[in-house]
């Protein structure tokens, strides 16, 4: 299975506000950091702030963090929002999906994939977090 470039960069998001745990940032520094377009990169922030993931804070001074700590994100949660697992193949307008033994399968591989995810957190990417700090401010 391969994950879409939208939740890449959803996880990228939450990599670098795990790293940089309770301080505002600006979509700017992630972008540039990533060399991500800003644009896109808005669209997926504001995605993840609707879906409670970060928060975003307005005006002068303002950014975007972490919603709740780095260890209760789960990135299998992450994943069933960003990418939609609902079906790996459409199957619905297929000749012979009612007899087919196919989506049967393809959902129980969803279910098995995802639960990989399940076991984890952002936490669990940020662990070395001096590390990474160190790497984000290098690609700045």
Do not use: W
Not at 12 to 38: D, H, K, M, Y
Not at 84 to 107: H, N, Y
């Amino acid at each position: 299975m391969r994950l879409t470039r939208y939740t890449d960069y959803a996880i990228r998001v939450l990599v670098f506000l795990g790293a940089r745990e309770g301080e505002l940032c600006s979509i700017r520094e992630v972008a540039e950091t990533f060399s991500i377009s800003q644009n896109h990169l808005m669209k997926v922030v504001q995605d993840l702030a609707n879906a409670g993931f970060i928060e975003t804070v307005r005006g002068r001074g303002g950014g975007i963090r972490l919603h709740k700590p780095a260890d209760s994100i789960n990135l299998g949660k992450l994943l069933r929002h960003t990418e939609g697992l609902t079906e790996l193949l459409e199957c619905s307008q297929c000749l012979v999906s009612r007899a087919c033994g196919m989506p049967p399968i393809l959902s129980e591989a969803t279910s098995a994939f995802v639960a990989v995810f399940d076991k984890y957190s952002v936490a669990d990417l940020v662990r070395r977090k001096a590390d990474l700090r160190a790497l984000l401010q290098s690609a700045a």
